[in-house]
């Protein structure tokens, strides 16, 4: 009776030890903010993406701006406004952002940045996930320092715009919205 008692016992520390290698972790407490297509008998890889957690906190926009553009440019505590996709702006208003991080390397051509909301118009419901375009006030110039760089980029043949900031939809890494960002000169 003894042998069988340590048997099951050394099945049941075997089989706890099994059912660990199958449990599902997050490195971060939260609420799952995307998940993964799968059906019942999928095959899930080891170190596969199965979800995306978004941390308890306040929202943040995330952008990636072209570095060739933004490198140098974009600094923390610069001014910034949002526009929602699918909120018109002329209706709801446009959310008061500040920059609070910039990437300090450039991967595939994009520097990350993240934004902190300062205000949001009570009309538009804020949550993860939410799309939409970025303007970051990068320098502020008279309107006659434009109309003579417009005059000397005519004159040298060089193009009056470098094309901005514009950006493709970043990866919500902490809680906050996906964004696309332009410069406003």
Not at 61 to 73: C, D, I, K, N, T
Request: glycine share 12%; no cysteine; charged share 25%.
């Amino acid at each position: 009776l003894a042998g069988e008692r340590d048997a099951a016992e050394s099945e049941i520390a075997r089989l706890g030890v099994e059912l660990a290698r199958y449990r599902i972790t997050a490195p971060v407490d939260g609420v799952v903010g995307e998940l993964a297509d799968l059906r019942p008998g999928s095959v899930v890889l080891e170190g596969q993406r199965l979800l995306v957690v978004v941390p308890h906190g306040p929202l943040r926009a995330v952008a990636q701006f072209p570095s060739r553009h933004a490198l140098g440019r974009l600094r923390p505590g610069q001014a910034a406004r949002m526009r929602l996709a699918g909120f018109p702006w002329t209706s709801y208003g446009m959310i008061e952002l500040r920059v609070v991080q910039v990437g300090t390397e450039s991967r595939g051509g994009l520097l990350r940045a993240e934004l902190e909301i300062i205000h949001a118009p009570a009309a538009i419901p804020l949550a993860h996930g939410l799309e939409g375009s970025i303007e970051v006030a990068v320098e502020e110039v008279s309107p006659l320092e434009l109309a003579l760089r417009s005059v000397g980029h005519a004159v040298t043949g060089e193009p009056t715009s470098d094309e901005g900031l514009a950006a493709r939809p970043g990866v919500a890494a902490d809680p906050g919205a996906l964004s696309r960002a332009e410069e406003r000169r």
